[in-house]
């Protein structure tokens, strides 16, 4: 009980205060936003609470009705936690491409985006992951110079070697 009463306390705080545009701005938190933030990810992580966070935050913001002043405050409350989960995960050591890699998925569930930083931490360390990353990024290069529209399917007529033709299979 005492984990939902806390949680509930600080995503009512960072709803609340966000929603009347008092966001931090710069090395300025009067009102403790990153330490509730924070808070909020400790609790929901180490007790790996299978919460989403987006559904919580848009309650809150319905909870609140029309004393809300901000219409943006449940992204941007949302926005903000996630600029916390990096800001943590830093302080722990992790990689900031580890991390970017995570948020760039957008995940809304604390104890999925833990998993799936430590997914990705392992991954890194296994042989294969850098020339998968390499191939990815060759592939990605030569995606970016493509000025016509992709086709969706592939002519398999087109495909000489067997490498290839098992890639379509």
């Known amino acids: 009980i005492s984990c939902s009463v806390a949680i509930a306390d600080k995503l009512d705080t960072l709803v609340g205060i966000f929603g009347i545009g008092q966001a931090p701005k710069g090395d300025k938190d009067p009102f403790a936003l990153r330490r509730a933030a924070i808070g909020l990810l400790r609790i929901v992580v180490e007790k790996t609470l299978p919460l989403d966070l987006q559904p919580l935050i848009d309650a809150s913001v319905t909870l609140f009705g029309d004393k809300l002043t901000n219409a943006d405050a449940a992204e941007q409350v949302f926005e903000f936690v996630q600029g916390r ?73 087109l495909l000489k070697e067997s490498s290839e033709q098992a890639l379509l299979t």
């Open 85 to 157: 989960f990096r800001a943590w995960y830093q302080e722990q050591g992790v990689d900031v491409d580890v991390i970017q890699s995570v948020l760039a998925r957008r995940p809304s569930r604390p104890a999925d985006f833990d998993a799936r930083i430590k997914a990705v931490q392992h991954f890194k360390t296994l042989e294969a992951a850098q020339a998968l990353a390499a191939a990815n990024k060759r592939v990605a290069n030569i995606l970016a110079k493509v000025e016509e529209p992709l086709q969706e399917k592939v002519d398999a007529a």
